[in-house]
């Protein structure tokens, strides 16, 4: 049973044929409408569609002006990518560790890390849990919101995405909602829309300046399309899900992902903590569920940088279970099952471990 897997109907496959059909596949009409949906969605004026979510950020910081000699402030308990779009602007990152008790960057640490070259602040709000997004926006440094986990979250019925300068989106495959790969830019700001769409369109212009071919195609916009009208309905199977997973997690002594009062996940990832989720992974792979670390590696170990222990922490024991909306009764049943066998095992190896130098004698 995979960890993940992109929830795809034949709604989804006659829109894509359609538009295969008509002959207009590349960016186009349908790649406008999905623009204007998905920003209509959040409740901000446009968006930007591009080829991926690294792209998105890509264009998001050049946006704002970010450049050589800049700093960008984001943590290291995060997907690879933001480094990575950082470093193509040329900008210095800085890193920060996580909040106490959760899996979004520490508002704290961010202020601290802020200085007078601090130019943008990156906040994922991760697994699809709201971050402090009011309390970050008011240090007064421009804000990129990435929501590529949490397209559909809120904080106090206002959607995530809509609090920042400029957010991004995913739809990568096993996304909220998919295109297969892309992405967008979003804002309520005309300048930083902009920007970013005349960055992404490189061609027909008389100007020279350097540009990027980030289009997305008409064909992938009409599976996004055809998603975005469902995500309403895929929000609620994951709500549904987690419901179920956080009855059952509390009889074997786990505690389930803590809500931030005030807030709505989408639970994009539902997230436990183990003693040592290797070898938990390890254990539930046997029993034929797959499960993954949530981040593969911190981003302060790319960069060699000492410290971050809380990350460090959550690096070690959080442990990501299978959750989507296509996700089957029996599979919930499946992985709770093997996640009961798994850690009854461990239990029996610490009562091994206490007891033989007793029986011993």
Known sequence: MPHSRPTLDEADVRAVAEVLRSGQIAQGELTRRFEQEVACFLGVRDGVATSSGTAALHLALLALGVGPGDEVVLPSYTCVALLQAVRYVGATPKLVDLEPGGYNL??????????????????????GFPADIEG????GVPVIEDIAQALGATVESRPVGSFGDVAICSFYATKVI?????????????LLLRRAREMR????????????????????????????????ALLDRRRRLAARYAERIQVLGLQPPVVRPGTNPIFYRYVVAVPDAARAREALQAYGVE??????????????????????QAYRTALSIPL????????????????????????????????WPFSAR
Not at 109 to 119: D, G, K
Not at 136 to 139: N, P, T, Y
Not at 179 to 185: L, N
Not at 213 to 229: I, P
């Open 106 to 127: 520490s508002v704290e640490e961010v202020r601290r890390a802020v200085t007078r070259r601090t130019r943008a602040i990156l906040v994922p709000h991760m697994f």
């Open 136 to 139: 970050i926006c008011r240090l």
């Open 178 to 190: 998919t295109t297969g790969e892309g992405g967008m830019v979003l804002s309520n700001s005309d």
């Open 201 to 232: 369109d490189y061609d027909g212009r008389r100007r020279l300046r350097v540009r990027f071919n980030y289009k997305l195609t008409d064909f992938q916009a009409a599976l996004g399309l055809s998603q975005v009208r469902k995500l309403p």
């Open 291 to 312: 499960t993954s670390p949530p981040v593969f590696w911190p981003l302060h170990r790319y960069l060699g940088v000492p410290g971050f222990p809380r990350t460090e």
């Open 324 to 355: 989507y909306p296509s996700l089957q009764e029996e599979e919930v049943n499946r992985t709770f099952l093997a996640l009961e066998a798994t850690l009854a095992a461990r239990e029996r190896q610490r009562w091994r471990a206490y007891s």
